[in-house]
């Protein structure tokens, strides 16, 4: 099967800290994807990595920057957290080939107090 | 703008009863479908794709979707509903050869005994 796991699912941190999600996944998927889920606006996609070191902006970056060193990692970083950035975290990753659907982690569900 | 509708938020049905849950999409061409379910405090479990071929695509835990393309709508059913299906059910789009997802804002499903 494959597992994509994230490193905690609490957390809760002080504003303004530097902030490190990590993901991983053990399925050799060329795509990985970070994703925030609020109640009533679903998921939304922050950031994707189609490869080592690229990585493509999605529909709400703001505020956060992704690092791909190894294909099996993708880490989501909060330069500064802030209050508006409490939210849960899934991360995902899917292979590079058609017809395959994206497989997800538990979610880190992220406090900034 | 390409996007995914779930037009109820929260739907209440009897266990034993008949579920139906909606989608609409809005895409450029046909894309890849998904719904996902996420059960509290977990992750992301695929629950049927559609890629192409037969527009009735038939799922993991009884549930079965219809794609119509008139409509632009892939609804999810199932004959009848379990207590442990109560969770969180997100509709989901996306496009093959980048496997970013659009989804739906979800739809909460609370089972009556």
């Known amino acids: 099967d494959v597992k994509v796991t994230q490193s905690s699912r609490y957390l809760v941190k002080r504003t303004g800290e530097k902030v490190f999600l990590e993901c991983v996944q053990d399925?050799?998927?060329?795509?990985m994807f970070w994703y925030r889920q609020d109640p009533g606006l679903g998921l939304r996609l922050i950031y994707f990595?189609?490869?080592?070191?690229?990585?493509e902006k999605g529909d709400i970056p703001e505020g956060y920057s992704v690092s791909r060193e190894k294909k099996e990692r993708f880490s989501l970083i909060l330069e500064s957290a802030s209050t508006n950035q409490t939210s849960m975290y899934l991360c995902?990753?899917?292979?590079?080939?058609?017809?395959?659907?994206?497989?997800f982690g538990q979610g880190t569900r992220l406090t900034v107090v | 703008a390409q996007s995914v509708t779930q037009p109820d938020i929260h739907i209440t049905v009897s266990e034993g009863a008949s579920l139906e849950l909606r989608c609409n999409y809005s895409y450029g061409a046909t894309p890849y479908l998904f719904w996902y379910v996420q059960s509290p405090g977990q992750g992301l479990q695929l629950l049927l794709k559609y890629f192409s071929g037969d527009t009735l695509v038939q799922g993991i835990k009884g549930f079965e979707a219809e794609f119509k393309r008139s409509q632009s709508s892939f609804n999810l059913r199932k004959p009848s509903v379990h207590w442990s299906d109560a969770a969180e059910y997100f509709c989901a789009a996306g496009s093959s050869n980048t496997g970013k997802l659009i989804f739906g804002q979800g739809t909460t499903l609370q089972v009556k005994p």
């Open positions: 995902a990753s899917s292979p590079g080939t058609t017809n395959t659907e994206a497989f």
């Open positions: 399925m050799d998927h060329e795509n």
């Open positions: 990595s189609y490869d080592v070191k690229m990585k």
